[in-house]
């Protein structure tokens, strides 16, 4: 029984350990065995440690492959979703109607059952008329309904003439003299 444990935990390393002993022959044996011994301890566990970093990092960079995948299938959803937005933007908006011209008019309207209208020439607007003051200077002349008004002689609310407290318009002094007359 205490062989049998021997083997399993210790066999491997104790051959090894014993065969660098005989083919050393260092001046104290069992302390070379024991440094021999600790050195191995630290040499399993930096062995553990690095195949557990390998196997993150393997796992690393698989979860990094399927990241690119999910982007790169997301970019390809994103590029389907907007060459559809531009489809259906496309079938909204109208077919542009071709411009007609003047030689298509004239073969439309030289079929059966067009009307037959009269060309209908534009012609230019006359220009505004400009009031020229002594200066020289340009002037644009009043609105139609300005001009009327000021024609008459009627002015528009706001308008009325302003007049020192003791002067009067004329309107008010000739019906006080009326008054007075009576």
Not at 53 to 62: D, I, M, P, T
């Amino acid at each position: 029984m205490d062989t049998e444990y021997l083997k399993s935990h210790l066999g491997a390393c104790l051959t090894e350990c014993l065969a660098e002993v005989c083919e050393k022959r260092p001046h104290d044996p069992i302390e070379y065995i024991a440094q021999w011994l600790y050195k191995h301890t630290e040499n399993l566990k930096f062995k553990q440690q690095q195949e557990a970093e390998a196997r993150q990092l393997k796992r690393e960079h698989y979860e990094y492959q399927l990241e690119l995948e999910r982007q790169e299938a997301r970019r390809l959803e994103a590029e389907r979703l907007k060459e559809e937005e531009e489809q259906r933007l496309k079938s909204m908006q109208p077919e542009p109607t071709p411009e007609i011209t003047e030689k298509q008019t004239k073969d439309l309207s030289q079929l059966p059952g067009a009307p037959n209208l009269p060309t209908v020439v534009e012609g230019e607007e006359p220009p505004e008329p400009v009031a020229v003051t002594v200066e020289g200077a340009e002037e644009t002349p009043p609105k139609d309904g300005d001009a009327i008004a000021e024609e008459n002689g009627e002015t528009h609310e706001g308008d009325a003439e302003e007049h020192d407290g003791g002067e009067e318009p004329a309107e008010e002094a000739a019906a006080e003299e009326e008054g007075e007359e009576e």
